[in-house]
Each structure stands twice: as C-alpha cells, then as structure tokens.
C-alpha cells in the first residue's frame, strides 16, 4: 500500500524517485503491514489491529521507526504518507514540542497521583495505537527528565512510535545537563524502534528554492499563485486547514497556511498591530520557513518598519528561509529617514537572504 503510493507519485511525476527514500518506504510498509493495514477493509482493521495490540513487543518484527537524517530529505513527507494511510481513527501526529507541551499539561493534571507519567502514557494510549512525531529534537531539562518514563508507558501500552530527527538516537540531547538521566530514553529507542538513516546529500527543499525566486516583485495578480505554489513545493506534509489561527506567546496570530515547519503569513497580520521581538523569536524558533504576502513600500510608517527590521533580523540570526511578495526591491521598500541606518541593515540581509550560500544553510532553532 504505501509502496505504492509511493511509486504512483513517482510515475506521475509528483516526486523523483529517490533509492534511499525507498528504503524508508520499505521498513513503513512492514510496519503497516503488521498493523493490519494491507487490507483496509474495516472488520479485517480490527480483527489484525487487535492481533497486532496483543503481541508482546519482542514478538513483533518492529514496534516503530526512528528516521534520522539531514535536514530536506523527506522525513516529514514520508511518515505522513504512512500516517495518511492508516485507515483507522487511532492515531495520533504531533510536531515533537508540541507533544512535549501536552505531556506536561497532563502531568500537571497528576501532579498528586504516585505514578503521574504512567497515567499521562495511559492517556495518550487511549487516544492513539500509533503515535508520529516530527522533529525529535530534546534540548529543554525539563523535557528529557520525563522522556524516559513517558517513553517507557507509552510501549507498555503497545503504542507504535514513528518518529523523524535530524540525529540519530544516540546523539539526541548531547551535552545537556544532567545527560545521564536521559540515556535511558535513548535505550528504549534503540530496544523498541528500527533506527533507519535517510541517507543522501539531496535537499529536495533547497532543490526548489535553489531553482526559484524567493523575492517576488511588484505584487501583481500573480504574486498569490505563486507564493502559493512555493508554499505547496516546501510544505511537502499535511497542511493544516487555510486562514487557521497559531498561538505565538500566548496570542494568537493568524496564518494563510501552514504546517509544523513552514507557515505563510500575510504582512499586516505579522508586522501590523501589537507585535513584539519576542514574538519573532518565537516564530523563528518554530519555522524553518517563513512566507509574506503583501509587504508594502514604507513611507510615513516607521512602526510597521521597525517591525519588519525585527523580523528580518530574527529570522536572520536562525537561518530562517524568508519567501515573500514585495511592492518593490528591497534597496527601495524603505522612504523614511528615521530608521535609514536601521533599513540599510535589512536590505543587506533581505539581498543576502536569497543567496545560495543562505539558503544552503541549516534552519538554527535554539
């Protein structure tokens, strides 16, 4: 089934086929398989998922998969062609910080309790038999003094794990604090899941940015077709519905689209009304790639600059790739005076910001 999907794409043109990508989709369809899911009518789901739940982990030929590689290789696209063809509703896909955020909710709702992670595991089993998460990545204490544990419950509970990373396991949490209370949770991973490296140079995202324009101007007609097509081109996973609202420091912002790594905003939803540093930080902590519509020429409109030259400075500093439609060339966005030194800086980075070797280089989260 997901071989071939895969390879239907591949035979429309949809995808290039890549060897190492095929060897990730083989190790997904033998995951899918012990689901029950080469069949996907609805008595033989349940029938083979139960059979499946029933085993004892060291029975089953995988429990889950760990896939690790360089940023750009498919990661995300090919659990979520997995996840998108399982065929029954007990399932669950998160980005990896935001099942961090509901596992700490949740323990603060056991806080009482003698085993409080047992049960948050025991809450999340009750919700999905097969859990994705995008983006392993542990880098807050807080975190990895609970992943252990959490870990450990939800494999218990016969939860199957699917998980993406730019490292392998052995690497995650490298030199934080206290790192020798997180060594068990990279056990569990080597016990429980088959670690797969994506292998391979190509940066099918850098491909396209590679190969297109990253600064459009003027805006005409156009311009929304073709950030549009951008966005679809680097989204590459599940898309989150159109004109749905983000929380960024506890206020919402609304967004065109988006996914977990990628988001598309218009100007004056980003740069217009009560927008801070922080939340730029934020944003540019969050997404590896950022798209504007809409940015206008600014004369007489000092404070929208100055929340743009926050922006671009943010998004800057964490190697944000920053797509956007533009009334004009960045050496002319800016009529002012006040921020002229302050605008300069911005136009030097917007330039910089769509050259090979930016755009070549790693999104920097933290």
């Known amino acids: ?38 069949n996907p009518d609805d008595s033989t789901i349940i029938d083979r998922f139960t059979t499946f739940l029933s085993r004892k982990s060291n029975t089953r030929t995988i429990q889950g998969l760990y896939i690790w590689g360089g940023v750009g290789r498919g990661k995300t696209f090919l659990m979520d062609l997995f996840f998108s063809n399982l065929h029954f509703q007990d399932k669950l896909r998160l980005h990896f910080h935001r099942f961090m955020d509901q596992a700490h909710t949740m323990l603060n709702n056991y806080r009482d309790e003698p085993d409080p992670l047992k049960l948050v595991a025991k809450e999340f089993s009750t919700k999905a038999k097969v859990l994705c998460f995008d983006e392993f990545f542990v880098n807050d204490i807080g975190d990895a003094m609970i992943l252990a544990g959490l870990l450990e419950g939800l494999f218990e509970n016969n939860v199957a794990l699917i998980a993406t990373s730019n490292v392998e396991p052995s690497l995650l949490y490298k030199d934080g604090l206290q790192r020798e209370r997180f060594l068990p949770t990279i056990q569990l991973l080597q016990e429980h899941t088959k670690v797969i490296h994506l292998e391979g140079e190509i ?76 939340d730029y930080i934020a944003i540019a902590k969050q997404f590896n790639t950022v798209l504007i519509s809409h940015v206008p020429i600014f004369e007489g409109k000092d404070d929208q600059a100055r929340r743009f030259v926050n922006m671009v400075d943010e998004f800057y500093d964490r190697n944000v790739k920053l797509i956007l439609s533009a009334e004009a060339s960045p050496a002319k966005l800016y009529k002012g005076k006040r921020l002229d030194a302050e605008f300069g800086r911005t136009t030097s980075r917007l330039s910089e910001m769509q050259s090979h070797e930016y755009l070549e280089k790693q999104h920097q989260p933290n």
């Not at 997901?2 to 095929?22: F, G, H, R, T």
């Not at 156009?222 to 929380?247: G, M, T």
């Open 1 to 38: 089934m997901i071989e071939s999907v895969y390879q239907a794409l591949v035979d429309s043109e949809q995808l290039v086929e890549d060897l190492n990508q095929k060897k990730v989709i083989q190790a997904l369809q033998v995951l899918h398989d012990e689901l029950g899911e080469d």
């Open 203 to 278: 940066d099918h995202r850098f491909e396209f940015l590679q190969t297109n324009d990253v600064y459009n101007y003027p805006i005409e007609e156009s311009s929304r077709d073709w950030l549009k097509h951008s966005f679809l081109n680097l989204a590459n996973e599940r898309v989150e519905s159109s004109w749905e609202k983000i929380k960024i420091n506890d206020r919402q912002i609304q967004t065109i689209q988006h996914t977990d790594t990628v988001a598309w905003f218009d100007f004056n939803e980003i740069c217009d009304g009560p927008r801070s540093a922080s």
